[in-house]
């Protein structure tokens, strides 16, 4: 199986190039970006499985983008990351990471449905 690509959006396009980098120590395939014509583009163009919003964008900000993202890409799995007391940039990467890896999972699952 491909790895999955993952969009990555925030809100400081310098946190999102740490936490790609970081990401693809793991070996995934990932767009990070907080420029709208950019994410568009890649939601367009089918080049995104995935989908995560990073806790760094206010309520209305992350609602914002979600919907932005969802016009483009109606049924993409897109996942907000939680925001939790003492949460930091460093838990998007945990959180990119479990998103991806389920994602794998699911898509397994839906190759050999009939598998023991």
């Known amino acids: ?3 999955p690509r993952l969009l990555l ?9 740490v936490l790609a980098e970081e990401l693809r120590r793991f070996g995934r395939d ?8 950019l994410i568009r583009q890649t939601l367009v163009e089918g080049k995104v499985d995935l989908v995560v919003i990073g806790g760094g964008l206010d309520d209305p900000a992350r609602e ?3 919907d932005y993202v969802f016009r483009f890409s109606p049924a ?8 939790t007391e003492g949460g930091s940039p460093a838990t998007t990467v945990t959180f990119a990471n479990e998103q991806i890896v389920l994602y794998k999972v699911f898509a397994a ?8």
Not at 76 to 83: D, K, M, S
Not at 109 to 116: G, I, M, S
């Open 1 to 3: 199986m491909a790895e």
């Open 64 to 66: 914002e983008m979600r």
């Open 76 to 83: 993409i799995p897109l996942h907000l990351v939680p925001r």
């Open 109 to 116: 699952a839906r190759e050999h449905p009939d598998a023991p």
């Open 30 to 37: 990932v767009v990070a970006t907080n420029d709208r014509v």
């Open 9 to 17: 959006i925030g809100r400081l396009q310098s946190t999102l190039d």
